[in-house]
């Protein structure tokens, strides 16, 4: 019963890797279709491999992962692929990271990723009536300079994105070291969103809020320890974009009942529910609804509000925000 609600609410994904959504069985037949050798005997030897100890263990087999994306055409095939299965469980728009320093490393180049991921996003809004927005991430753990090309480098692809971002380790690599960076794509008209708060201190939470003035921040959750930052996010409403299951495969949490997002919800922060990484993490948006639902006993009216949260704070035009508010109200 609440199964069925849970697939028609219609659920705006915020915070996506779309490298992270790339399942073995694609990333089994592109490795065949582009002769890459992949350190897996079978698709169900690589789904075993998924087994974390933290962020950085997670972040050595995604950029493994992804080295079977070489052509527009894988690119475009990656994201359709999920698109299918996102608007089957009831997602009505995508806020896809893009990680073109990962590409660029392996020379694909930045044309063949946005010509890809462009055909992607207009194929789902007409055949899946799925909406999406593009975020240009910056690998923290490389050189800011790096960073800096990129922007440079993307700028014949601007109107693209909605965003920039900030991903990969976070662990002694701050928001300050970006701040020339994230200060540039403001100038050329871009918002901004960084993780922050994921392994990182709540110090680097604040970082981002000061030095690269994001709008959101993605994960957010260790603010919990920081009584005067939590009070901060929620007098600002700071939206966070949390992923749940994540945090739970990334042991960012023990177990997803000892998670800070009943209390951070309960000290009046605008949160949202996201998957990351779906296939690493062990489901869509569905899934970490549905496993949120289970753990904290969640009402259908809190899934509602956390839905609407994500609505309200999508890179989206008014129409379609208005047209998904309505779908909201008459679910
Ligand atoms: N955290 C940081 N960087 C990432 C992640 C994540 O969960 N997924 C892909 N890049
Ligand atoms: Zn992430």
Request: aromatic share 8%; with cysteine; charged share 25%.
């Amino acid at each position: 019963m609440n199964d069925d609600f849970l697939t028609r609410l219609p659920k705006a994904e915020l915070h996506l890797h779309i490298e992270g959504t790339l399942e073995p069985e694609l990333m089994f037949a592109l490795a065949e279709r582009n002769g890459v050798s992949l350190p897996y005997a079978s698709i169900e030897a690589a789904r075993k491999a998924y087994d974390f100890s933290d962020l950085q263990s997670f972040l050595d087999l995604y950029y493994q992962g992804m080295s079977v994306l070489v052509s527009a055409q894988d690119f475009e095939d990656l994201a359709m692929d999920y698109f299918r299965r996102a608007a089957a469980e009831g997602v009505v728009h995508v806020e896809l990271h893009v990680d073109p320093q990962a590409h660029r490393a392996r020379g694909v180049t930045l044309d063949q990723v946005m010509t890809g991921l462009t055909a992607a996003c207009a194929r789902a809004r007409t055949e899946l009536d799925l909406s999406s927005a593009m975020i240009l991430a910056f690998l923290r753990d490389q050189p800011a300079e790096d960073a800096m090309q990129l922007l440079e480098d993307a700028q014949p692809y601007l109107q693209h994105f909605s965003a920039v971002g900030l991903d990969s380790a976070e662990q002694g690599n701050p928001p300050s070291k970006f701040r020339e960076v994230f200060a540039r794509a403001r100038e050329l008209g871009l918002e901004r969103v960084a993780h922050a708060g994921e392994e990182g201190p709540p110090s680097y939470i604040r970082e981002a809020l000061d030095e690269l003035q994001v709008c959101r921040i993605d994960h957010g959750v260790r603010a919990i320890e920081d009584i005067e930052l939590v009070e901060r996010l929620a007098d600002e409403g700071t939206v966070l974009t949390v992923c749940p299951l994540s945090n739970v495969r990334l042991k960012v949490v023990e177990q997803l009942e000892h998670h800070s997002l009943p209390a951070l919800i309960d000290a009046g922060l605008v949160v949202t529910i996201n998957s990351d990484d779906p296939a690493y993490f062990g489901g869509g948006m569905r899934e970490n609804f549905a496993a949120c639902q289970k753990a904290f006993g969640w009402s259908d009216e809190t899934l509602t509000w956390l839905a609407s949260n994500a609505i309200e704070a999508a890179f989206m035009d008014d129409a379609r925000r208005e047209e998904l508010r309505q779908r909201l109200l008459n679910l």
